[in-house]
């Protein structure tokens, strides 16, 4: 099982940007897909984004399009989420998780099909 750390939150003003790091440990990330999570307080756990191994396929929530990007540099067995246009409705915890298994686009922004998860980085959008 891989071990994951995130890291790049911090507090940042409506319209601003984030980058956030996730870095595998213990295993190759190319051998699992990623996915990042947010939990605002008071709300469930959400998928923000998806990554698939192999076969190029990425997923956003529709309140992220055109303004998340998700993305790995295989070499430093790490993830990203690259976060445009922040708004205050970004606030949360924001999580990457790993699983061996190929997910589809009814299936990926569910939390419980995830093994492994990191400890979580705050984001907070607010001016």
């Known amino acids: 099982q891989v071990q994951l750390v995130e890291s790049g939150g911090g507090l940042v003003q409506p319209g601003g940007s984030l980058r956030l790091t996730c870095i595998g440990s213990g295993s190759n990330l190319d051998y699992y897909v990623i996915g990042w999570f947010r939990q605002a307080p008071g709300k469930e756990r959400e998928g923000v984004s998806y990554d698939s191994r192999g076969d190029a396929r990425t997923y956003y929530a529709d309140s992220v399009k055109d303004r998340f990007t998700i993305s790995r540099d295989s070499a430093k067995n790490t993830a990203y989420l690259q976060m445009n246009n922040l708004k205050p409705e970004d606030t949360g915890v924001y999580y990457c998780?790993?699983?061996?298994?190929?997910?589809?686009?009814?299936?990926?922004?569910?939390?419980?099909?995830?093994?492994?998860w990191g400890q979580g980085t705050q984001v907070t959008v607010s001016s």
């Open positions: 998780a790993a699983d061996p298994s190929r997910m589809s686009g009814s299936t990926w922004f569910h939390a419980q099909y995830y093994d492994s």
